[in-house]
């Protein structure tokens, strides 16, 4: 009965996703983007120093939040890749 239950939940859930695909799409990113964000920092817990290479422009601290709106602008595509 349990399993029959949950193959229920999981057509009911196809079906919805069915019928609002980009929309269910994202809903469903945003609902696991903390999950994401929480795996990728993990590693960087024990991170003493941070050393940044740069050629031009901003170094140092300063490079560190165009580093962030970049890789935050990847975001989407990366998902979609996925």
Same mark, same amino acid.
């Given at each position: 009965?349990?399993? @029959?239950?949950? #193959?229920? !939940?999981? #057509? #009911? $859930? !196809? %079906? !919805? +996703?069915?019928? +609002?695909?980009? &929309? !269910?799409?994202? %809903?469903?990113?945003?609902?696991?983007?903390?999950? *994401? &964000? %929480?795996? *990728?920092?993990? =590693? /960087? /817990?024990?991170? @003493? @120093?941070?050393? /940044? *290479?740069?050629?031009?422009?901003?170094?140092?601290? &300063? $490079?560190? =939040?165009?580093?962030?709106?970049?890789?935050?602008?990847? /975001?989407? %595509? #990366?998902?979609?890749?996925?």
């Amino acid at each position: 009965l349990r399993a @029959r239950a949950e #193959a229920a !939940a999981a #057509a #009911a $859930k !196809a %079906e !919805a +996703f069915g019928q +609002f695909q980009d &929309a !269910a799409v994202v %809903e469903m990113v945003l609902q696991r983007l903390p999950q *994401v &964000a %929480e795996a *990728v920092a993990q =590693p /960087l /817990l024990g991170t @003493r @120093r941070v050393t /940044l *290479v740069g050629s031009s422009g901003d170094v140092g601290v &300063a $490079k560190i =939040p165009s580093e962030i709106l970049d890789l935050v602008t990847r /975001l989407p %595509e #990366a998902v979609g890749a996925l």
